[in-house]
């Protein structure tokens, strides 16, 4: 899979870098050869939405298995976002606590996302001196110790900091009214449907909390990202903001393009994330907005915790942790998805490679196969299909609502830099993952 498409050609390695892409019998002899036959060679894929949770929450998820999973998933590269651990990555200290936690546990490349919060905006410029390769806010509650929203106010006194880094300000747009004022109306009614869930989290709470962040971005002037994009009807006034030349960039998440609220069974908690996922219809106009463009690529927002908080025995939606585990399905869920809708693997690559590997600012070493790239590298059967079993998911916590999902396409090894990380179900080698700093 090169820039201009699918074609049969050898990738050349040498010193972690990708030498050349030519025609088969170009590959010059007497070098070792690896031939994948029929199997496409995908670029490394990019996941610029991860909780690893490493340190304080390790026990959620760490750095040894979370990047175990994402190699498993294809993916090369994963950007840690700065809330669920302990400390929260809002300040320099916290940022080399991370750092350290990282060192020698990791299969994949890793980056690093620095926190915006209430207090820390003489923090900002420090963090991003030391290497983040951006930012990360909440507009509502975290719903987690250590982190916490920012009202319209603080972030105001942030954003001048973020102007001067240059990097772009991720955002969990939802604000806290909406949800507040229809969870309020909501208090007697039964929790383990889902139905009350989503209506606990209307379209409103999205869609006035990304009116207000174009209206700060007007201002300002910053890169903005909307996070995990769920309602759909948010399209028309992103399209109308990009074309004034405003710089936002969106994701959305596999959750969002192949679950649907309708076929959500009561108690199924397994289900819970924010913002909800929400019906069919919502869904299809969520693909519509990728082949449009108006939504720039899929990130996984992996987000474990162990079992007991999410409430699976009860099916309470009120007190289950929010948070979706899939990274090491990511992939074929994608390409399900995709290829259903008339969509190519090379639009996958686009949303799941090029455009987050751009977000955390490696769009030069990261996400596609040619010349000078990293030789990152990944070995995909897209015409095997499989149940999804719990000796797939390699994460910490063997929870998933995507158990017992039939999907379509096969990761069969990945590589790292030239260096095959993950192998038919096996992790050969020692971690080996570099952190890639802004």
Known sequence: MTPEGVRAAGVLVEDE?????????????????????EAVILPGL????????????????????????????????????PLNCLPATTTVAALAAKREAARGSSRVDWALWGGVVSDNQGDIEG?????????KCFLIDAGIDGFTMVTEGELRAALPHVVRTGLPLLVHAELA??????????????????????????????????????????????????VHLASAQALGMLREARAAGLTVTVETCPHYLHFAAEEIADGATVCKCAPPIRDKENREKLWKGLGE?????????????????????????????????????????????????????????????????????RGHRKGTIAEGYDADLVVFAPEQEFLVTEDR??????????????????????????????DGGQFPGEPRGQECQR
Not at 185 to 206: F, I, N, V
Not at 411 to 416: G, H, M
Request: glycine fraction near 10%; aromatic fraction near 10%.
């Open 293 to 361: 463009g108006a939504i720039d690529f899929i990130a996984t927002d992996h987000s474990p915790c162990p079992p007991e908080m999410k409430e699976m025995a009860e099916g309470n939606f009120r007190r289950a942790w929010g948070g979706i585990s899939g990274i090491s399905l990511a992939l074929p869920v994608i390409w399900t998805e995709a290829s259903r809708r008339g969509f190519s693997l090379q639009d996958v690559v686009r949303w799941m490679a090029e455009g987050p590997a751009r977000l955390a600012g």
């Open 127 to 135: 963090l991003a001196a030391a290497g983040v390769a951006g930012f």
């Open 17 to 37: 870098r990708i030498r050349g892409v030519v025609k088969i019998e170009e590959v010059p002899s007497g070098i070792p050869t690896q031939n994948f036959g």
């Open 46 to 81: 990019v996941d610029s939405h991860v909780h690893i949770n490493e340190p304080g929450r390790t026990e959620w998820e760490g750095f040894y298995s979370a990047t175990r999973a994402a190699a498993a998933g294809g993916y090369t590269l994963v950007v840690d976002m």
């Open 177 to 226: 009214g909406p949800v507040e004022m229809a969870t309020r109306g909501l208090q007697d009614c039964d929790w383990r449907k889902y139905q009350t869930y989503l209506r606990s989290r209307p379209d409103e709470a999205e869609l006035e909390a990304i009116e207000l962040l174009l209206q700060l971005c007007r201002e300002y002037r910053f890169p903005l990202h909307i």
């Open 393 to 422: 998911l390699h994460f910490r916590h063997r929870v998933s609502p995507y158990l017992g999902e039939l999907l379509n396409g096969v990761v069969e090894k990945t590589f790292v830099r030239g260096t095959c990380v993950f």
